[in-house]
Each structure stands twice: as C-alpha cells, then as structure tokens.
C-alpha cells in the first residue's frame, strides 16, 4: 500500500501573526475538511505551531481521535524581519533564486528544506494516511520541491484551505475545489 500525504494549508484566519486565530468563515472551513476526510483513516496528524493551523484541524483531530502532533518545523517562512513595502516583489524573487535571503529572513531554499525534512521523516514512518497542516508560502515550497514547475503564481493561486495530495514519484494534486 502506498503512502498518502494529505498538505493542507490553514483556513481563512484574522491575520498573520502565530496567534492569530481563525474567521467564523475558517471555522466553518475547519468543519469542511472532516466532510472531505469522512472516508480517509487517519493515521497521523503533524501541525504548525500557529494557532490558525492547529484551529484548522481540530476538528477532525476530534472526529478521529487523533493527536495533533505540532513541529516548529511547519511554522510559516520569515521572509524578512524587516519592513518590506515591495514585499510582493521580494516574494517573486526568491521563488526564481531559491538561495536570495532578506534581512533576518529565510532563504526559499532553507524554508523548502524545513518542511521537506518534516515530509520524509513522516513518509519513513508506519503511518499510511497522514495530515501535515502548514502555510502558504512553506507550502508552496514543498509542492516546488517535488514539481520544480510550481512557482510565484501557483503561489498566490492557493486558497485557505487548500489539500493537496503527495506521494512518492507522482506529480502533486490539488484536492480542494474551487469553493467561492
């Protein structure tokens, strides 16, 4: 049997720093994801530290009798600690030359090598159906990792929540349909 990796980014939340909480809209997301994992035995669940992720899968944390299992690993990429106004712009950049670091920031390719690390060390475990729980930009870097084609757009395509399905040797694929 193989492996099946479920990557979900948080939903909708307040704002971006590690303590904001969920929307009355993400909460209603949350409740989403059970509906679309009703038929999936869920062996493992991995989390952000943040609070909007965690709030996220609660849920069906709950419904599975799952422990939510939280590594610092999965928390989002800094991209600077500085004040950027072109940040956007700065963003861009760093998904063409994955080794451009800013101010106190991370490199897009130390973030990917953050999160790729958490994916495989999961992956050699016993689990057969796990949930990693994550963000947008670290998210995106995983998914460019194991398809180099993904880039800024398909960035800023991501919705809250968005599921993508990984397993080993095949292209990613986005189970989360357009909802809005």
Not at 78 to 88: A, F, I, N
Request: proline content about 4%; some cysteine.
């Amino acid at each position: 049997m193989s492996k099946n990796m479920y990557i979900i980014r948080h939903c909708e939340a307040e704002g971006q720093p590690p303590e904001s909480k969920l929307t009355e809209k993400g909460f209603d997301q949350a409740r989403t994801l059970v509906e679309l994992f009703s038929n999936t035995p869920i062996d493992r669940i991995i989390s952000s530290p943040f609070i909007r992720a965690i709030q996220s899968i609660e849920p069906l944390s709950k419904k599975t009798n799952s422990i939510i299992e939280v590594d610092e690993r999965l928390a989002e990429r800094t991209l600077s600690t500085e004040d950027l106004p072109d940040w956007l712009e700065k963003l861009k950049a760093t998904y063409d030359d994955l080794e451009l670091k800013y101010e106190g920031g991370e490199s897009s390719r130390e973030a990917m090598d953050r999160i790729v690390s958490v994916v495989e060390e999961a992956l050699e475990s016993d689990a057969e159906n796990i949930i990693i729980v994550t963000h947008g930009n670290i998210m995106s870097l995983l998914l460019k990792n194991y398809q180099e084609s993904f880039g800024f757009e398909d960035w800023k395509s991501l919705r809250n929540p968005d599921v993508f399905l990984l397993k080993r040797g095949v292209v990613p694929v986005r189970l989360t349909q357009d909802s809005e």
